[in-house]
């Protein structure tokens, strides 16, 4: 009967170091979890910081390309101006020579 007291105690003790053990390594685990998951949420913020900024730069370049395009336009509408009024003044030079002419 000692005896198997004796075991029983040993066994339980054995028992006791395993379930330590188990905890131990979960805990363990479960830092290790959370310093991933911490290091994840910190790139998460930084590629969302990442993404606003180059969504700001973007903005700024397509409103440039906008003023660069409407300066063209422009320009275009006044060379377009300058160019009907040479034509006009051609054909009022053309009409007045060929009445000289005639």
Same mark, same amino acid.
């Given at each position: 009967? !000692?005896?198997?007291?004796?075991?029983?105690?040993?066994?339980?003790? /054995?028992?006791?170091? $395993? $379930?330590?053990? %188990?905890?131990?390594?979960?805990?363990?685990?479960?830092?290790?979890? &959370? #310093?991933?998951?911490? *290091?994840?949420?910190?790139?998460?913020?930084? +590629?969302? !910081? #990442? +993404?606003?900024?180059?969504?700001? /730069?973007?903005? $700024? $370049?397509?409103?440039? %390309?906008?003023?660069?395009? /409407?300066?063209?336009? %422009?320009?275009? +509408? #006044?060379?377009?101006? %300058?160019?009907?009024? &040479? *034509?006009? #003044?051609?054909?009022?030079?053309?009409?007045?020579?060929?009445?000289?002419?005639?």
């Amino acid at each position: 009967a !000692q005896e198997a007291r004796d075991e029983a105690i040993k066994f339980k003790k /054995e028992l006791a170091m $395993v $379930v330590e053990n %188990s905890k131990k390594e979960a805990e363990k685990k479960a830092a290790e979890a &959370a #310093e991933k998951s911490k *290091a994840l949420e910190a790139a998460a913020k930084e +590629a969302r !910081q #990442e +993404a606003t900024k180059l969504k700001k /730069e973007l903005a $700024v $370049v397509v409103e440039d %390309s906008q003023k660069k395009a /409407e300066a063209m336009a %422009s320009k275009a +509408a #006044e060379n377009t101006k %300058s160019l009907e009024a &040479a *034509a006009q #003044e051609a054909r009022d030079e053309a009409t007045k020579f060929k009445k000289e002419l005639a």
